[in-house]
């Protein structure tokens, strides 16, 4: 059973900091990309950030470019999302993803597992 576990979420103000976390099991960890997404209330999910596999590779969406950081410990089967900088505009609930392949994948489509979610929010 595949199972992807988001915590570390939270209340915030304006500039301050959250460092998510994502514990995966049930799955080959170490060969697929992963990815963070968002939705607020409101509003369609987005993706936030991803990683590839060996971590080498990383993407971010314009809004959080310098702010966030995605990293992955393959040896725990973890994958983190330091947030730095919080805005208001970054309250959502945040969701960790498993991509059905190695390399970095943007689209929602290229995900196969999915997180429960934890509420990120950020008070101006």
């Known amino acids: 059973q595949v199972q992807l576990v988001e915590s570390g979420g939270g209340w915030v103000q304006a500039g301050g900091s959250l460092r998510l976390s994502c514990a995966a099991s049930g799955l080959t960890f170490s060969t697929r990309a992963m990815g963070w997404f968002r939705q607020a209330p409101g509003k369609e999910r987005e993706s936030v950030a991803a990683?590839?596999?060996?971590?080498?590779?990383?993407y971010y969406t314009d809004s959080v470019k310098g702010r966030f950081t995605i990293s992955r410990d393959n040896a725990k089967n973890m994958v983190y999302l330091q947030m730095n900088s919080l805005k208001p505009e970054d309250t959502a609930v945040y969701y960790c993803a498993a991509s059905k392949w190695t390399r970095i994948t943007w689209s929602s489509d290229g995900y196969e597992y999915w997180g429960q979610g934890t509420q990120v929010t950020v008070s101006s």
């Open positions: 990683i590839s596999w060996t971590g080498g590779g990383t």
